[in-house]
């Protein structure tokens, strides 16, 4: 299924009312993660042999942003061209390159959606109901299945 207009539209506007405070979210996300998944933090190259806190950390910040960001566009690329495209930055087969390097499997995959949707329902908790979750769910799997195809 391609992300639907009510659904780009759901994505969008919940992003819009927490974009302010984006890299805040942002690192919520994975501090769940990490919270849920200690060990998940040796997967990460640039937090290997940091001693920075993690919430203190600028290349873990601007990381976990980038994911937020490339989700929410996710919804737009695919409802404009059917299928998710990184822009020039980036690459899905370089993303699906670093995630198999790093050992990332489907059970990450699907605690940091679990993340995902637990900090956009705490971001925007008057918006959150099963229509916005089933939105961010969408264009994440739909990012999340681009990645895997070039592990």
Avoid at 26 to 31: D, I, R
Avoid at 59 to 78: P, S
Avoid at 114 to 134: C, H, N, Q, R
Wanted: proline share 3%; aromatic share 8%.
């Amino acid at each position: 299924m391609v992300i639907t207009a009510r659904q780009e539209a759901l994505i969008v506007s919940s992003w819009n009312e927490m974009k302010d405070d984006a890299p805040t979210f942002a690192l919520q996300l994975y501090l769940k993660l990490f919270e849920i998944i200690p060990s998940a933090v040796k997967r990460f190259s640039f937090l290997r042999d940091s001693n920075v806190p993690l919430e203190k950390n600028t290349k873990l910040k601007a990381h976990a942003l980038g994911v937020f960001v490339m989700t929410c566009e996710a919804a737009t690329q695919l409802r404009k061209t059917g299928r998710v495209n990184m822009g020039a930055n980036t690459s899905v087969k370089h993303l699906g390159a670093v995630h198999s390097k790093a050992g990332i499997g489907d059970i990450h995959f699907e605690i940091l959606k679990f993340a995902l949707l637990e900090t956009i329902k705490e971001g925007v908790p008057y918006m959150w109901s099963e229509e916005l979750k089933d939105a961010w769910s969408e264009s994440y799997d739909h990012l999340v299945a681009a990645i895997k195809a070039e592990m």
